[in-house]
Each structure stands twice: as C-alpha cells, then as structure tokens.
C-alpha cells in the first residue's frame, strides 16, 4: 500500500465510529415503505411481506452449522473441485450441506433456454458497454450502497480488498458468458456457492465490532431486500443506461437481459416474489429500494479507492482521470460526489460530447467522419479496463468466510 492511501485509511480508520452513528441516523438511510406487489414478480403472487426482513431460510442455518462444526475449509476445499453447471457435487461435503446444494442448483421451472440464449447474444453484440456498466457503473456505484459497503468492508475479504473486487467481477463475467447457464458454463456453480457465502456472512458479521457499530439497527445482514438492492444496481441500471445511450437493443434481447438476471437471483436464494416480472416492474421496485438509500460512506470511499487503483494499473495512472470522468458521465454527478469522485474539467465535456456520437457510429447510426479524434482515446481507454476487468475475474474460487475482517 502506499503511503498517500495507507494515511487515509488511517483517517477514515479514525473517523469512522464517529460517522458510522452519523450515518445511521441519516435521512438516506430512511427506507420507503414497501409497497411492491408481488403480482408483479415472476411468481405473479406471494404474501407480500416487507423483504428487509427476510433472509434465505434454506442457506442460512446450513452455513451456520458449518461453520459452528469447525468445517469451513473441509467444504472449500470441496467446492474448489466444483466448476461446471453439469458436474455432480463434489465427495467430502457434509450431508445437510451436499442437500442443501442439489436443491438450490436446480433452475426454475420457468427458466427459459430461449430467453438465456438471447442474453447470450445480446452480450456478444454489446458486451463493450455492458463491461464498462457493470465495472465502471454498478461496481462504483455499490460503494455508495452503504449496507453493502460496510458489509464487505467488516467482512473477511474487506482485508484484501483487490482481490474482493475481483472475485465480485467474476459474476458479471459468468453472467455474459455464452454458456452461463447451459450444462458446459458455470453461472450456476458461481451463484450457488455466492449463495453460500452470503449465508456464512450472515451468521458471521453481526459478531463483528465494526459492523455492529455502524449497521444502522440491522441485525442480520444481506436481508432479501439488500440483494434486491444490488441487482438493481447491476440489471436494471444496465438497462437504464443503455437507453439513455440510444443503443439499440431489440425486444429479444432486453427480455433475455433480464431473464438472466431474473434466474440468477432466483439461484441467488431470492424468493420468486421478490424477482421483477418485467423491466416496468424491476424500474419501479428500484425506484422504491435503490435509489433512496445511495449514500457517503467512509468505508466506501475507501473501497472507491481501491477500485480506481486498479484502474490506474491499467497505465501508470494515466487512465485514471478519463475513467473518473467516464464514471461521472456514467452514474451521474450525485453519485460522482457520493464516493469522492474526481471532477475532470478537460474530460467531462470531451466523454460528454464524444460518446453518443461514438455509440452512433458503432451502431451504424452515422459515418465516420462525424468522430472526434478523441474519441477513440476513451474507446481504447474502455476496452483496456474491459478486458482487465474480465481477466481479474477468471480462475478465482469462491470461498466460503470463517471468520470477519481482524479488527
Ligand atoms: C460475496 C455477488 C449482494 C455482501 C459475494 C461474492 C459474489 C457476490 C460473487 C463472492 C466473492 C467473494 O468471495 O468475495 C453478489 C451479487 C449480489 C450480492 C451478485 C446481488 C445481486 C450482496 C449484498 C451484500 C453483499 C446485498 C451486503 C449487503 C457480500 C459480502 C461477501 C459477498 C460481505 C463476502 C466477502 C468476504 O468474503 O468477506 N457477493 N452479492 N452481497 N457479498 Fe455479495
């Protein structure tokens, strides 16, 4: 670490007891009432209870009798040999845990193999935005989704916070890949064993000084309605942005843009009645769940940081200010000034005017000529931080936790 970030952890280190209770009392904290119906949702009906207090019934006392019997690395060391959608379950699992696994590894019944082959093509088609979205959109704005960030951050990965990041990009790259959930990919594996680890979180964190003190009166985290929260950070924002960019996406497409994120919660552990039907119905819960609740914290300004860190890798640094202004562009100035973004004089206007004209051209919209020159740099710039984005998510188990961050 060097000696500029390892002093403002530090400072954030210091202030953060003081505005953790800050934060708590805060009006961003305040949730709207629950009113999403559930005849909105995949499952067309269900009893409608308020999902801040629902957690997964299934997982969660699995994982908290793993970790209560000592087992923890007896079952990673299990689930490392676990890797394709159509693999059995591997040997050396305990009984109520290999259980637990073949019933949350089934799809759904309404798991549509036309719908996910859709999203395929949609993410072969425009995988350049829906990469520099889910890096440079969703995974920034989750810093600013204050239970996630101090989640994470009292969680035991928060100690390594890069390697975090990576695990996390290994999602939104399983969620893209052409196979996802076909025999040969490994969505499923992916999601279940993220099922698992949310699971162990659960019973974990809340013996976590740091989390305790700062999680606001919540007392189990990851509630069905904070995974809700996420999703929306990464679907339907996704969605959102690529309309604001005019980039066209036909019916199929969209539908199976959300199909497979509709089936990746449900493997997630979300109840079907909690799982947005339609786009209408995923933008209104959002509205009513995520965007109320974006606010500062210091825990994650400091995982900003380490974000744009790895951006900076990509070139010395150099990137840094274009990507900063591209993640203002993206997620807007409130969001920007809520993780501790950069203004970028020479860079905003320049993304601002370049990139619809950019997206115009790659879509066959309008000739070339019409480009800036510029243009090509923030293009270059963001396939740069695609691929990387990708690459640090490839190779990478997921762990169940058997213990918090060290205090
Ligand atoms: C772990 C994805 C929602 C907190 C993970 C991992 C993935 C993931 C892939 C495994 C990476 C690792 O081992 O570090 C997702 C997705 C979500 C979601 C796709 C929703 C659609 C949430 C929410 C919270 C949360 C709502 C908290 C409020 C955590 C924590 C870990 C974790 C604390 C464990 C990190 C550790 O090992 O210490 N998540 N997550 N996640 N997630 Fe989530």
Known sequence: MDE???RKMLITGGALGALGALG???????RALWTWAPSGSVAGKGAGLDPEWVWDEQADPVLAAVIERGQVAQVNQALRQWTRNDQPLPSGLPADVRDFMESARRLPSWA??????AAARFTTKKGIYTGALYGLGSGLMSTAIPREARAVYYSKGGADMKDRIAKTAQLGYDVGDLDAYKPSGGMIVTAVKTRMVHAAVRHLLPQSPGWDRTSGGQTIPISQADVMVTWHSLATFVMRKLKDWRVPVTTAESEGFLHVWQVTAHILGVLDEYIPASWAEAEAQSRQVLDPVLASTPEGNELTDVLLDIVAELDAGLTRPLINAFARYTLGDRTGDLIGLDREPFWQPLISGAWPLLVAFREGLIPLPLIPQAAWTVEEALRK???LYLSEGRGINIEIPDANRPS
């Open 385 to 387: 931080f695609v691929l």
């Open 24 to 30: 708590a009392a805060s009006p961003a904290h305040a």
């Open 112 to 117: 549509d193999p036309g719908k996910l082959a």
């Open 4 to 6: 500029l970030s390892r």
